[in-house]
């Protein structure tokens, strides 16, 4: 099969990318292409491989097409935590061993070996000495293949409260920790498959059973729906040849049902304010919300290039609220990049301590109601650089976040096209301002922001027992 071409330009790049093409050193504007081949197994499952012969390591990346979105009500952090039972043992590993075979074949835990959960999508990653790639690929295909027939209720207990101590570290216990669950909340409407957070639940937490989970593994965790992507210093013959003796034989799973409706309306509407005591927050805090243009739609580059403009420290809040007025110690924003239905931006700013909470919120809405004004085409030109570079930089590596692999796999997972990464680079270059200035028009108003305005919550006097020790 012909391989796809991936063109970066060779001036922004590591000579250590040339190097792995085998390119010369080119004039200016030239560029390195980056290559990779695909295939369909029969049983379904897409695999992508690209060669990169600079280091004698390999990435293998395999995701999943589920994430919390697909959970139905009642059942939410089902996800996240099926994600956490992908580690506890198939027919051939038992458990604990995923972990432990790799490390001993050089890999590193956290940064070469891990799994994530997210809105979307579920992905597990390792990245190897190219001689063990095998390896990777074999314990990739027992748990893909038999993870169900290991599983028992003291594992999923087990799992259960890891995921419930999460939470408590995570949301419960952390100041602000239940920004993102009450905003999700008031952008997306009860029942909608945003409208509540990855971790989930207690209840739903609680009220899973093994049942449950066996019916999530053969609902979700078949070849049919999921791409393996192996990147790196391969042979593509003999990987192939390792990746039919693995998952050839793994069964097709049914087609998973259709998500429910993601349709909204392109606004919030008036009114969505909550003030939130917080008994662990040092300081008071904003968050404001905006429903925003999804991802996979035309205008989710405008929406990225318009977050990462405002999140800048150069940008209007930062330079406003932290050193112009100094009512804040920090202001930024982001979005999250949701591809169905509508995108998620915060734009935040947390109060010194001791600080009025209705004087931060008052600026942070001054700020945005000029935000047209503060976002000049130079503004959005240095940003587009930086989310340019930021892109470049993590294809350098073969694996982890924004490595090779994984935005192979994403391309395919979200867009059904590998070739989707080859589009990122002049898809942020052509936002325009006039993009980014309707954007503010038409989504930045007081009609689409829902505002979470938090509290310290005042802390009792000490009893005279207390001050007496």
Request: positive net charge.
């Amino acid at each position: 099969m012909k391989p796809i071409l991936l063109a970066v330009p060779l001036l922004a790049l590591a000579p250590a990318v040339a190097v792995a093409q085998g390119a010369q050193r080119a004039p200016a504007g030239e560029a390195i292409r980056i290559s990779y081949t695909e295939e369909t197994l029969p049983n379904g499952l897409k695999v992508i491989y690209h060669v990169d012969r600079s280091a004698p390591v390999a990435a293998v990346a395999v995701w999943y097409n589920v994430g919390s979105k697909h959970e139905a009500p009642g059942r939410t952090g089902f996800a996240h935590l099926f994600e956490h039972m992908m580690f506890k043992g198939s027919r051939n590993v038992p458990d604990g061993k995923h972990f432990a075979l790799l490390e001993d074949a050089g890999a590193r835990a956290g940064s070469d070996i891990n799994g994530t959960t997210n809105t979307d999508r579920t992905n597990y990653f390792e990245t190897v000495p190219s001689n063990q790639v095998e390896l990777a690929l074999w314990l990739e295909s027992d748990r893909m293949g038999t993870l169900t027939e290991t599983l028992t209720p003291e594992k999923l207990e087990n799992q259960r409260e890891v995921v419930k101590n999460e939470r408590r570290q995570g949301v419960d216990n952390q100041p602000y920790g239940v920004w993102q669950e009450r905003m999700l909340g008031r952008v997306f409407p009860a029942g909608h498959p945003y409208h509540h957070s990855v971790i989930g639940s207690m209840a739903d937490l609680s009220a899973a059973t093994p049942a449950d989970v066996t019916n999530f593994f053969r609902t979700y965790y078949a070849p049919n729906n999921a791409v393996l992507v192996v990147a790196g210093d391969i042979d593509v013959a003999q990987v192939k040849g390792m990746v039919r003796k693995h998952f050839g034989d793994i069964r097709r799973g049914p087609a998973p049902p259709p998500l429910r409706s993601m349709t909204l309306p392109a606004v919030i509407g008036q009114g969505s304010r909550e003030v939130i005591e917080d008994a662990n927050a040092p300081a008071p805090a904003v968050y404001v919300g905006f429903r925003m243009p999804n991802a996979r739609g035309p205008q989710g580059n405008a929406v990225q290039v318009l977050a990462a403009a405002i999140s800048s420290r150069t940008g209007p809040l930062f330079q406003s609220l932290v050193r112009g007025q100094q009512v804040a110690t920090g202001a930024g924003a982001f979005n999250f990049g949701f591809v169905d239905g509508a995108d998620l931006m915060v734009v935040t700013a947390t109060g010194k301590p001791g600080a009025r909470p209705d004087s931060l919120e008052a600026a942070l809405t001054a700020e945005l109601d000029r935000m047209a004004a503060a976002i000049t085409p130079a503004a959005l030109d240095r940003v587009k650089a930086n989310l340019r570079f930021s892109i470049i930089n993590g294809l350098q590596t073969m694996g982890g976040f924004g490595g090779r692999a994984d935005v192979l796999a994403e391309g395919y997972t979200f867009y059904r096209n590998p070739n989707w990464i080859n589009t990122r680079l002049q898809a942020i270059q052509n936002v325009t301002p006039a993009q980014v200035q309707a954007l503010i028009r038409e989504r930045m108003g007081a009609n689409n922001r829902a505002t979470l305005v938090f509290v310290p919550k005042p802390r009792p006097a000490p009893t005279a027992m207390q001050v007496n020790r």
